[in-house]
């Protein structure tokens, strides 16, 4: 069975700050890997995924992340945080619909 | 534009009285889902339909109903709400189940947020 977990339900960096939101994944095999962002009142929005076509995911606004194997992790970084980002961010784990897992998602919060 | 629309976006109502909360796709995907979102617990999965006519339980079936008479539609359906129903719920669509490609995902709905008092 496969299963995602994040680390830290809340985390608070300050505007210009490195953004790094932790993911740890459980799988028998190499999965897809997908990082959704929230912002308040909205559905989830896919900021990137993995297919394992390269290591290093790059997204949309400036977020990437990068598949380690030994680490069986899939961390999502921002070089620098802007009041934007502030929003709930969920890591999930799946080889094929329907079985998508997703972690308990980290809610980020940038202060000014 | 290209979206997964539900209705209502919010509703607050009493244990036992049925309602229907709709899900549309204009996108002609195969593949909808139900999940619930509660605080710690991430979304799971309620119901998905693979096509029309094809629906089956997720991991949080108990209480809940839905069809799938028309490709477009997948309302999500509590005969009788109880307050542990009260949550924010999504629906989902896709193109098909294979993830291989990166642009094969889940698109979500805007979410409803059901009070069940």
């Known amino acids: 069975a496969q299963s995602v977990t994040q680390l830290g339900s809340h985390v608070s960096v300050s505007e210009g700050a490195l953004v790094l939101l932790r993911c740890n994944y459980s799988?028998?095999?190499?999965?897809?890997l997908f990082w959704y962002v929230q912002y308040p009142n909205q559905g989830l929005q896919l900021l990137l995924k993995?297919?394992?076509?390269?290591?290093l995911v790059k997204g949309i606004n400036g977020f990437e992340a990068e598949f380690k194997k030994s680490e069986t992790s899939f961390h999502l970084t921002k070089p620098s945080a802007h009041m934007s980002d502030a929003a709930e961010y969920f890591c999930?784990?799946?080889?094929?619909?329907?079985?998508?897992?997703f972690g308990a998602g980290t809610r980020l919060t940038v202060k000014p | 534009e290209a979206q997964v629309t539900q209705n209502p976006r919010y509703l607050i109502t009493v244990t036992g009285k049925k309602l229907t909360v709709t899900c549309s796709q204009n996108?002609?995907?195969?593949?909808m889902s139900w999940y619930r979102q509660d605080p710690g617990l991430g979304l799971r999965q309620i119901y998905y339909?693979?096509?029309?006519?094809?629906?089956d339980k997720g991991d949080v079936p108990e209480g809940y109903k839905v069809s799938r008479k028309e490709k477009r539609n997948f309302p999500l359906i509590l005969e009788s709400p109880s307050p542990n129903q009260t949550s924010l719920y999504f629906c989902?669509?896709?193109?098909?189940?294979?993830?291989?490609?990166?642009?094969?995902?889940?698109?979500f709905g805007p979410g409803t947020r059901l009070t069940v008092l």
């Open positions: 989902a669509s896709s193109l098909s189940t294979g993830l291989a490609s990166g642009r094969d995902t889940q698109y």
């Open positions: 799988s028998s095999v190499p999965p897809y």
């Open positions: 993995y297919t394992s076509a390269a290591t």
């Open positions: 999930a784990v799946s080889h094929s619909l329907p079985d998508m897992r």
């Open positions: 996108m002609n995907h195969e593949y």
């Open positions: 339909s693979m096509n029309v006519e094809v629906t």
